[in-house]
């Protein structure tokens, strides 16, 4: 079974511009969160979708959205980028459950960086 | 505020020994408790789940407590070896919403 992807791996934006990033979950997975990862703050939770839904959301600015489609695949967009955006983004998946009650399996990232 | 405390700094032990990690809480009832593993430029990988209603689980040489009055968990790798070194995660969550800790960066010595 092929694993979560997310695609880029690596970007490079400046201030003020905005970024969409996209996540693939395992196949037969139907809940997709994400991550934002920092040095100082460690993961933070942004939000969770399930048939395409929003299921729950961290306490992040209205600047951070996303969106699930049918076939359970994610995006997650940032606009009016603030140099503090730069991190390394993640996204689980898992079967079912809320965000973290079962196995959550983990992409490999995609890094952000904001000049 | 809900507060989530691991061991910042790195933990060096040698080869063969157990290493134990904490994990402490506050402000906190979760209902299930998750130790996660980070290698450098990856994401985290799942290594175990524990309820609130289980003092213990174990895996292979992995072995993770909770204990909801001291609200702490403690996860131990027995026998450990140069390859368990990384960094590793703890993870509180209840029906929706999980938080994670900062992490504690582990290296195991030859």
């Known amino acids: 079974k092929a694993g979560v992807t997310q695609t880029p791996r690596y970007l490079i934006k400046t201030r003020g511009q905005q970024v969409t990033l996209s996540c693939s979950p395992i196949?037969?997975?139907?809940?997709v969160s994400w991550y934002q990862q920092t040095p100082g703050q460690g993961l933070q939770f942004l939000f969770e979708?399930?048939?395409?839904?929003?299921?729950n959301k961290g306490n992040f600015p209205g600047r951070f959205s996303g969106r699930q489609f049918s076939n359970s695949r994610s995006e997650m967009n940032v606009s009016t980028l603030e140099l503090g955006d730069s991190a390394l983004y993640l996204c689980?998946?898992?079967?079912?459950?809320?965000?973290?009650?079962?196995?959550?399996?983990f992409g490999p990232g995609t890094r952000l960086t904001v000049l | 505020s809900q507060k989530i405390e691991q061991n910042s700094e790195a933990l060096n032990i040698q080869e063969g020994k157990t290493a134990t990690l904490t994990c402490n809480y506050t402000?906190?009832?979760?209902?299930?408790l998750q130790w996660y593993r980070q290698d450098p430029g990856r994401g985290p990988v799942f290594l175990l789940l524990?309820?609130?209603?289980?003092k213990e689980k174990r895996k292979e040489r992995l072995k993770v407590t909770f204990d909801t009055t001291l609200k702490q968990s403690l996860f131990h790798i027995t026998a450990s070896q140069p390859a368990d070194s990384a960094t590793y995660l703890c993870?509180?969550?209840?029906?929706?919403?999980?938080?994670f800790g900062i992490g504690t960066k582990l290296q195991v010595i030859p």
């Open positions: 524990i309820r609130e209603n289980e």
């Open positions: 402000n906190y009832s979760p209902a299930y």
């Open positions: 993870a509180l969550g209840g029906y929706q919403k999980v938080t």
């Open positions: 196949s037969g997975h139907r809940s």
């Open positions: 979708y399930f048939s395409e839904t929003q299921r």
């Open positions: 689980a998946s898992q079967a079912s459950g809320g965000a973290g009650y079962n196995e959550q399996f």
